[in-house]
């Protein structure tokens, strides 16, 4: 994993890259229910990926979670997949403020559609300004109703061996609401970005 280290002018750029994308995900939250939106600074870490089911699995120990997986792919090898990760009370919370009907609209689709407004935003924001286009595949919902989250999250894409881990949270000012949103990046397309990285500097 050593050669997949950033350089201290790569890391600053990824991490501006990563705020400015963060913020417009959290301004179209914020804008869809009215209230303010506080963010953490993210976390950027190059981890083993089978570290990453036990590390949530403490954060939402004893608890029903939801989680909602979709990857991405994009040119020049950028690829990888988010995971939006909630308990599910404040699913529910959320969607009662943005006006469903928990009988005319399933478990599924409040779930996929709560969680497209931070992942398409946030990688949409994020793929603009590495003048990278992305495509999506169908969102996976998985949840736990008996705390088991390291079991659902190895349904994910754990199978690979290093992985760029950004760990970003949100918390609604004015609900009790929170969620964490991960990106996960293999270490092959970690290496592509890096060179895109290099691109970007060099214009300036």
């Known amino acids: 994993m050593n050669n997949l280290g950033f350089s201290e002018e790569q890391r600053d750029c990824l991490q501006e890259i990563i705020n400015v994308a963060m913020g417009l995900a959290s301004d179209k939250l914020a804008r869809f229910l009215n209230t303010f939106v506080h963010l953490q600074v993210p976390s950027i870490a190059l981890v083993g990926a089978s570290m990453i089911p036990a590390e949530f699995e403490s954060r939402y ?5 939801a989680l909602v997986s979709q990857g991405f792919f994009g040119n020049e090898g950028v690829r990888g997949e988010a995971i939006v990760l909630y308990q599910m009370a404040n699913a529910h919370k959320i969607s009662a403020l943005l006006g469903y009907d928990v009988g005319d609209v399933s478990e599924i ?18 793929a603009q300004q590495l003048e990278n286009s992305l495509s999506y595949s169908a969102p996976r919902v998985l949840s736990s109703n008996n705390g088991d989250l390291s079991g659902i999250l190895k349904n994910t894409s754990f199978h690979w061996e290093h992985a760029l881990k950004v760990d970003i949270s949100y918390q609604l000012v004015d609900h009790s609401f929170n969620c964490d949103m991960i990106l996960l990046i293999p270490a092959e397309a970690v290496s592509n970005i890096k060179t895109i990285l290099d691109r970007i500097l060099e214009d300036y």
Do not use: K
């Open 61 to 65: 120990r004893d608890t029903e979670a």
């Open 109 to 126: 689709e409040m779930l996929t559609d709560i969680s497209s407004i931070l992942t398409t935003t946030f990688l949409n924001g994020m």
